[in-house]
Each structure stands twice: as C-alpha cells, then as structure tokens.
C-alpha cells in the first residue's frame, strides 16, 4: 500500500516546446478531466482576450508578460513530465532526474503535484509550461482553491489508500482538505532551525529540506503505512522528528522537522 506525498508545484517552470501537445486524456487521476478542461478553457480565453487584464487576473509583473502568450497557447504546446516541468528549491533537493529506476517508479506511484491549473498531476504526466497560481480568482470560475475543493472532493480519497503526507503551501492545501477517517492517517511537516539553542521556523529552506526528506524516503525504499510509522522511518533516515501533535478525528498528525544546518 503505498503512501501518498501532496506537494506544491513551482511558480517557475521549464519550457516545453519541444514535447507532444498536451493530451488531457492521458492524465492522471482521470475524473478531474472535465475540471481541467474548463480551467484550462478559461485560462487560454483570458489570456487571448488582453494582456493587462490577464496580468491583473494573474498577478503578474511587467517582466512575466511573456508567460501570457504562453498561456493563450496551452493548447497546443509542448509537453514534458511533470516532474521535469516543475523546477524551484523543492523539486531541486527531490532530484528526480537523478533517482533509480526504483525510486523513480516509487516517485511516479506516491507523489502528487497540485496545481492552480490541473488540480493535481502525477510526475510522469505530460504537461505544458504554465502560469497559474492557486490563489487566482480565475473568471468565469472563481478562487481556483475553492473550485478544486468541490471538484477533487470525490476523487481525491480513493488516490489515498495509506499514509498521506501532506507538504502543500497553504494556497494548495486549500483545494483539497482530507476529511473522515482519511484525517487520522494525515501528517503535515513543519521544518524548524535550531540554534543557540533557539528555534525559528525557515521559509526558503524548508523547501530544501522537504525536497530532500521526499528524496530519502523514495531511495530508502521505505513504505511507511501511518503517521507513527512515517516517524521512525525518518528518524532511521537520520532526521530529528519530533511529533507536534498527534492526528484525531478532525485534525492531521503534525511532525516537526528540527535542523541545525540549513542550506
């Protein structure tokens, strides 16, 4: 039964220009086709109908323009995986490119990417560069969080069989929230510098740091089954975990992640 990692995706991403056209068919988690579609429909209209109100709409700055061009195209662009499409200090530290064939394959079955645009996607799915953040109030639909949370409602549970371990931003832990009996086998990470016997909390470096926490697991070849397990198997990996609080009925399991070193 292997365990499920939510991750957030990258604001920046790498170009595809040379892959396949996008197949909305092909994607994972196949029930949310239909809402993709009419995000991904909203998003080309948009951004074909004016650029200052895409960039309004989008929150960007002059220098991103480009990406609203890139927007108005999603049709027809080119695709790359997924896991290759998204870049940033997360996906950086995951290094999936550098993973075995097994670890690989453990990564395609176990992590899940949400996204503004997709709702969420498998590493291994084909997917155009895009702009769009999950904080968008996108017209006609609306706050994207809001709109992904009725749509992966249904879906989302059966992907989630074991553990879920749920290292979402908050602008992505908006669009779908584990409820019932899925809560109690939910942990979220929060990771905490220590020095001088103080302790903060980092922001640039926990994504390292969860990348790399991802990574281990995958190479590890550790399958942990619930919260308590997942915290022996990182405390095996040589990680300082502590259990913040321990999931109930209502709220997820929360594990701190204490560092010395952060880089």
């Not at 108005?72 to 064939?101: H, I, M, N, S």
């Not at 510098?193 to 590890?220: C, I, M, P, W, Y």
């Amino acid at each position: 039964m292997p365990f499920l990692v939510l991750l957030p995706p990258s604001e920046g991403k790498a170009p595809t220009r040379e892959g396949a056209p996008l197949d909305l068919a092909a994607l994972s988690l196949p029930g949310l086709n239909d809402a993709r579609a009419r995000v991904l429909d909203a998003l080309v209209e948009l951004c074909r109908g004016g650029e200052d109100a895409a960039a309004e709409v989008l929150g960007l700055s002059q220098g991103l323009r480009g990406e609203i061009a890139r927007n108005a195209g999603l049709r027809t662009a080119g695709t790359l995986p997924a896991g290759e499409v998204y870049t940033g200090v997360l996906f950086d530290a995951l290094g999936l490119a550098k993973l075995d064939d097994e670890a690989y394959a453990r990564a395609e079955r176990s992590l899940l990417v949400f996204s503004g645009l997709w709702g969420a996607v498998r590493v291994g799915d084909a997917i155009p560069s895009y702009r769009c953040s999950g904080g968008v109030k996108l017209p006609p639909l609306g706050a994207l969080g809001a709109y992904w949370r009725r749509e992966m409602a249904d879906v989302l549970p059966a992907e989630a069989p074991g553990l879920v371990l749920d290292l979402r931003s908050a602008a992505y832990a908006a669009s779908w929230k584990p409820a019932g009996e899925l809560v109690a086998r939910t942990a979220t990470v929060r990771v905490l510098q220590e020095r001088d016997g103080k302790r903060s909390v980092v922001s640039h470096f926990n994504k390292a740091t969860k990348g790399r926490l991802v990574r281990d697991l995958l190479v590890s070849g550790a399958e942990p089954t619930a919260p308590d397990e997942l915290v022996d198997a990182l405390r095996g990996l040589g990680y300082t975990v502590e259990v913040a609080a321990q999931g109930t009925a209502r709220k997820p399991w929360q594990l701190d992640v204490v560092v010395t070193d952060v880089h």
